[in-house]
């Protein structure tokens, strides 16, 4: 036992990083991201950075979609391989891309945690306890830029309290282009943002020193919204209202609770409650767009568990109950703001579904009760999550605390239902994911667990792949005039090969070969490739780099206590 506690850092860390990817890769082989709520809504989105494809763009940044494109990218020679490949590179780069995502917010929320004096091991649990909190899992494997909010969120906040510590500007000038970013992705995030970050302002903000860097922030994120603008041709607030949203929300939506919520807790019966759909969507998947999914998770499980919706339930009221009561107590007031971050995602969902800014669209379906989503404010009600977790990991009555804990985290896991190994082995999709999954980088490794035919890592392992077919190998190629004479093969089965505007068909296996190993594709695959180079979001790409910098730069910080 002693052994364990003098290591106990160290395991837990080595135990946080297995865990944490064992979730990404159970996540990834299991949900589809390309049937994924509004997948198709943003799909023009990835299709013009990723492909070059003329498409109407949504209204919202740009920068997150784009971001998301170029982990695609980094797996597009496999559709040179075959274009049955094109829906899984596209689903590993929402999964992956918000992974990154994912794991950067976690660093934040460590570091956070590291300056409230945190131990190491319980700020690493509260890690592990993060990766199954359903609405960020939701988050992580859908296309939608709320994980983008996760990512950065934590360093704002790790930054503010920095400042409110020291009272030195730098740690607030240093996240002016994280702000700038947070507050152009989304209409809703960016009033999310804008209301999360006002609440931490004190006195000590009121200086002349803040003023350049309010300036800088503002003349950024307003060149942000006209980079989007140009792409999208919609600004960052217009909104176009979905057939049936052209609503607002009755009053009585906010307070109403059904008899039918612990018998009928599925999709669209808690229409007219606020109340309920929170209570089933926050540990659960009221929607119906993750493990409950008609089709999008591989178990089928829709359209849920009856009683692990129920429990889910349960867990939701003790959650918000708890919550309010120790809010109610906390005497310290950092703490306080900490943990009641989520009331302002419930503020601004309520501004929007009753319209209270007239001049903006109506965003309301009675027939759904949509946008009441957990989803939507999941980066400010995961900050509510880690305080009950603080706060359970501090309580006097530590067994039943981790007893209770220990509920939760098999609960969250078991309502994925994952399937199982041998499953994998014997689906040939699963077995392409994979494959996208191995990185050529390293030399394929997952090659060595699980055999799959051909490859995309090299030239010529796709080569074979664009030339596979019967051919007489004596019918090899000569030279005459100084040039290379590849002669007609009557076994093989011609083919045209394309590059950008050149079209030339084959019908010699070697000469097939050539061709490829030149650069030419196969025609069928040609729709993703050679199309014109699209406008890059320059800016957003600049600011993004400097906010990694920024990350770098508070990562290097060493704490302050207050």
């Given at each position: ?112 945690l590291r300056l409230f004096e945190i131990s190491r091991f319980n700020s690493l649990l509260v890690i592990n306890f993060i990766a199954v909190f359903p609405p960020i899992l939701g988050a992580r494997i859908i296309l939608k830029p709320e994980i983008m909010a996760f990512a950065y969120l934590p360093w704002c906040v790790f930054a503010i309290y920095k400042f409110l510590f020291s009272k030195n500007f730098k740690y ?14 989304k209409a809703s995030i960016s009033l999310m943002i804008a209301l999360s970050l006002l609440i931490f302002v004190k006195k000590d903000f009121l200086s002349l020193k803040i003023i350049p860097i309010v300036i800088l922030t503002l003349l950024l994120s307003l060149v942000l919204i006209n980079e989007s603008q140009v ?332």
């Amino acid at each position: 036992m002693k052994i364990l506690k003098n290591y106990q850092n160290l395991i837990i860390f080595i135990f946080t990083i297995i865990f944490n990817f064992i979730i990404f890769v159970v996540n990834y082989l299991n949900y589809d991201s390309t049937r994924g709520t509004d997948f198709e809504k943003y799909r023009p989105n990835l299709d013009y950075f990723l492909y070059g494809f003329e498409n109407n763009l949504q209204e919202q940044g740009v920068g997150y979609f784009w971001v998301i494109s170029q982990f695609s990218k980094l797996k597009i020679n496999s559709l040179k391989y075959s274009v049955d490949y094109e829906p899984l590179i596209v689903n590993f780069g929402i999964q992956f891309g918000n992974f990154i995502f994912y794991v950067i917010g976690c660093v934040g929320v460590y570091k956070l945690l590291r300056l409230f004096e945190i131990s190491r091991f319980n700020s690493l649990l509260v890690i592990n306890f993060i990766a199954v909190f359903p609405p960020i899992l939701g988050a992580r494997i859908i296309l939608k830029p709320e994980i983008m909010a996760f990512a950065y969120l934590p360093w704002c906040v790790f930054a503010i309290y920095k400042f409110l510590f020291s009272k030195n500007f730098k740690y607030l000038f240093v996240i002016i282009p994280i702000v700038s970013i947070l507050l152009t992705s989304k209409a809703s995030i960016s009033l999310m943002i804008a209301l999360s970050l006002l609440i931490f302002v004190k006195k000590d903000f009121l200086s002349l020193k803040i003023i350049p860097i309010v300036i800088l922030t503002l003349l950024l994120s307003l060149v942000l919204i006209n980079e989007s603008q140009v792409f999208n041709n919609k600004f960052l607030w217009e909104h176009t209202t979905p057939e049936g949203y052209d609503n607002v929300a009755p009053g009585n939506f906010i307070f109403t609770i059904n008899n039918d919520l612990m018998s009928n807790p599925y999709r669209d019966s808690q229409a007219n409650s606020m109340i309920g759909i929170l209570l089933v969507d926050t540990f659960g998947d009221y929607w119906q767009r993750y493990w409950y999914h008609q089709d999008a998770w591989q178990n089928n499980q829709h359209p849920g568990s009856l009683l692990n919706t129920r429990i889910g339930i349960l867990l939701s009221l003790g959650f918000y109950v708890y919550l309010g009561l120790m809010l109610l107590k906390e005497q310290n007031k950092n703490l306080k703001k900490f943990g009641s971050l989520f009331l302002l995602g419930i503020l601004t969902l309520l501004i929007n579904i009753f319209n209270i800014f007239p001049f903006l669209t109506k965003n309301f379906n009675s027939d759904k009760g949509d946008p009441i989503k957990t989803h939507y404010f999941s980066f400010l009600l995961v900050f509510s999550f880690i305080y009950i977790l603080l706060k359970l990991l501090g309580n006097k009555k530590k067994l039943i605390s981790y007893l209770f804990l220990i509920f939760v985290f098999l609960f969250s896991l078991n309502i994925q239902k994952s399937i199982s190994f041998s499953e994998v082995k014997s689906n040939q999709t699963l077995l392409n994911k994979l494959h996208i999954l191995s990185p050529c980088l390293l030399n394929d490794p997952i090659r060595k667990i699980i055999d799959y035919s051909g490859g995309w890592c090299n030239e010529d392992q796709y080569s074979l792949k664009i030339c596979e077919g019967e051919f007489d190998s004596e019918i090899k190629p000569y030279i005459e005039n100084d040039h290379y004479i590849y002669p007609p093969d009557e076994i093989y089965n011609s083919r045209n090969l394309i590059l950008d505007e050149s079209t030339v068909t084959v019908a010699n296996y070697y000469e097939c070969l050539t061709y490829v190993q030149s650069g030419y594709i196969s025609q069928n695959a040609n729709l993703y490739f050679f199309n014109s180079t699209k406008q890059l979001p320059y800016i957003f790409l600049v600011v993004f780099i400097l906010s990694k910098f920024s990350i770098i730069y508070l990562l290097q910080v060493k704490r302050v206590y207050y």
